[in-house]
C-alpha cells in the first residue's frame, strides 16, 4: 500500500534553493513595506531579480530526473516569470510604468495555476488550500490591475509588499514539501 496515496508534489534534493527563494521574496515584501519611499525603481530592479531566480529555480525543477506531473505548468511559470523579470531590470522607466501589470499577469497565472493544480490533486486531504491559494493570487493579481488603471502609487507599493510577503511564504511552505523522506 506504500504507493497509494502518493503526493503529486515532486520531491527533490534542491528542495532548500526554493526555500531560500521563498525567504528572499518575503524579506524583500518587508523590506518594500517598511521603506515604501524607495519608490517603484528599486522594488522593480529587486523583485526583477528574484523573478528570474524563481524562473530559473522552476525550470531546473522541471527539467530534473524526477520532475512533477505538471511540469510543462513549472516550465511556462518559469518562462514567464524570467521574461518578467528581465523586463522589469531592463528599463527603470519601462518597469515604473508597467510594474503593476506585469505583476497582474504574474498572480492571475499563479492563481489560475493553483486551480489546477488543486484539482489534480483532489485525492489529498488538503487540496482545498491550493484552490485557496488560487483565489488569493487572483484576487492580488485583479487588485494590481485596479492599482494600475487609478495609478495609484501608494496602494502598488502596499499591494507589491503583501503580495510578495504572501508568494515567499507558499513557496517556502511548498519547499517542505518537496524535501525527500528519508525511507525506514
Same mark, same amino acid.
Given at each position: 500500500? =506504500?504507493?497509494?496515496?502518493?503526493?503529486?508534489?515532486?520531491?527533490?534534493?534542491?528542495? /532548500?534553493?526554493?526555500?531560500?527563494?521563498?525567504?528572499?521574496?518575503?524579506?524583500?515584501?518587508?523590506? !518594500?513595506?517598511?521603506?515604501?519611499?524607495?519608490?517603484?525603481?528599486?522594488?522593480?530592479?529587486?523583485? +526583477? /531579480?528574484?523573478?528570474?531566480?524563481? +524562473?530559473?529555480?522552476?525550470? &531546473?525543477?522541471?527539467?530534473?530526473?524526477?520532475?512533477? =506531473?505538471?511540469?510543462?505548468?513549472?516550465?511556462?511559470?518559469?518562462?514567464?516569470?524570467?521574461?518578467? +523579470?528581465?523586463?522589469?531590470?531592463?528599463?527603470?522607466?519601462?518597469?515604473?510604468?508597467?510594474?503593476? !501589470?506585469?505583476?497582474?499577469?504574474? *498572480?492571475?497565472?499563479?492563481?489560475?495555476?493553483?486551480?489546477?493544480?488543486?484539482?489534480?490533486?483532489?485525492?489529498?486531504? !488538503?487540496? /482545498?488550500? +491550493?484552490?485557496?491559494?488560487?483565489?488569493?493570487? &487572483?484576487?492580488?493579481?485583479?487588485?494590481?490591475?485596479?492599482?494600475? /488603471?487609478?495609478?495609484?502609487?501608494?496602494?502598488?507599493? *502596499?499591494?507589491?509588499?503583501?503580495? *510578495?510577503? !504572501?508568494?515567499?511564504?507558499?513557496?517556502?511552505?511548498?519547499?517542505?514539501?518537496? =524535501?525527500?523522506?528519508?525511507? =525506514?
Amino acid at each position: 500500500m =506504500k504507493g497509494l496515496y502518493v503526493s503529486d508534489i515532486v520531491t527533490t534534493r534542491w528542495w /532548500w534553493l526554493i526555500l531560500i527563494v521563498g525567504i528572499l521574496l518575503v524579506l524583500g515584501g518587508f523590506t !518594500y513595506w517598511i521603506w515604501p519611499e524607495a519608490g517603484f525603481a528599486v522594488a522593480s530592479q529587486i523583485f +526583477g /531579480w528574484l523573478l528570474i531566480l524563481a +524562473g530559473i529555480v522552476q525550470l &531546473c525543477v522541471a527539467s530534473g530526473p524526477n520532475h512533477p =506531473k505538471a511540469w510543462e505548468w513549472w516550465i511556462a511559470g518559469g518562462v514567464i516569470d524570467i521574461f518578467i +523579470g528581465f523586463m522589469l531590470v531592463r528599463s527603470v522607466l519601462l518597469s515604473e510604468a508597467v510594474l503593476p !501589470y506585469f505583476l497582474a499577469i504574474i *498572480f492571475i497565472f499563479w492563481g489560475i495555476e493553483a486551480f489546477v493544480g488543486s484539482a489534480s490533486r483532489r485525492r489529498n486531504s !488538503y487540496w /482545498w488550500l +491550493g484552490l485557496i491559494n488560487g483565489i488569493l493570487l &487572483c484576487v492580488i493579481g485583479f487588485f494590481f490591475l485596479e492599482a494600475g /488603471w487609478v495609478s495609484n502609487a501608494l496602494m502598488v507599493s *502596499f499591494l507589491t509588499s503583501i503580495a *510578495f510577503i !504572501y508568494w515567499g511564504f507558499t513557496i517556502a511552505l511548498t519547499s517542505y514539501e518537496m =524535501k525527500p523522506v528519508a525511507e =525506514k
